[in-house]
């Protein structure tokens, strides 16, 4: 189950880098976004996926699961949300502004079409 979990993270990486390298502000953010699931995709994945019971005190169990893991992850969904919730105001207030948001009008050169 590692393996399927560690492609599926892959292909997240490279949908998410084919988006952030496109011109479109927007897709940008949303490659941003999908770079952060992978990441905690990823995280998930090399905690271990193993069954098993709380690690609380009293419990007698055979095998218990790493709370570590699920930790770093809400931290960071709610890392990634912050990020997120900035870049698509400061994408709104760049297309209020501008009235583009293609990243070269923004940078100010423009196309020869």
């Known amino acids: 189950m ?3 979990m560690s492609i599926v993270a892959g292909i997240l990486f490279t949908v998410a880098v084919y988006l952030m390298l496109s011109r479109s ?3 940008i953010i949303i490659g941003t976004g999908i ?3 992978g990441a905690h995709l990823l995280i998930l994945t090399m905690g271990g996926l193993k069954g098993g019971t709380v690690p609380l005190l009293g419990e007698n169990a055979p095998s218990y699961t790493d709370p570590l893991p699920q930790a770093l992850i809400l931290t960071a969904i709610v890392i990634s949300f912050g990020v997120t919730s900035f870049f698509l105001v400061l994408a709104y207030r760049a297309y209020q502004e501008l009235g583009t948001d293609d990243m ?5 050169h423009e196309h020869d079409e």
């Open 25 to 27: 502000l927007l897709r």
């Open 2 to 4: 590692e393996i399927l």
């Open 104 to 108: 070269d009008k923004l940078r100010g």
């Open 35 to 37: 770079l952060s699931h």
